[in-house]
Each structure stands twice: as structure tokens, then as C-alpha cells.
């Protein structure tokens, strides 16, 4: 199994719809990924760097997959429509981590 984290620095001045995100973009993401082993999208609305200061990213996914030849076929295939929704609900560019789960 592996986990794709994808998330959104903190930015003063950033926009960022968490209810677009939490709604429309993750099932996007059920919806296009689904059949390249996509089992599910948990969503993070960030609200604490833990000491009470602000979080370091302002929300994250983590989509979690059977295999990562699954994520990269999916992405192949469906990565452009994916990544121009990212445009309706942020103008933070993501950063991306891929993980095995163990």
C-alpha cells in the first residue's frame, strides 16, 4: 500500500476553498482514480503548528492506493483534469510526498 500526501504550504495572502476541496475536488479524485486502486481520500483541514502558532500547510490529502503503478497510471491518464481543478479552489502550488505504508 502507499500513501500520496499532497499538501498546501501556508501562505499569508494564498486563497484556498476547503469546502470546494473537502467536496468537489476529493471526489474527482474517488471518481477518476478509483479504477487504478484508489481506496480512499482523507482530507486534513489544518488548524495548529501544535505550540499554538500557525500550521506550516493549510490543508492535505492523503489518497491511499494499492500499489504505486496505480497512482502513476491514474495520473497518466487523468493528471491534467486533476491538476486544473487545483486552480478553482487554491493558488497554492502543492507539494507532493509518496509513501510506502509499513
Known sequence: MIRVTVSYPRKDDARFDHDYYRTSHRQLLLDRLGAFGLERVEIDR???????????????????FQALDGFQKGMAQHGKEIMTDVGRYTDIRPSVVISEIV
Open 46 to 64: 489544518c488548524l495548529s503548528g501544535g505550540a499554538g502558532e500557525p500550521p506550516p500547510v493549510v490543508a492535505a490529502a492523503h489518497m491511499i
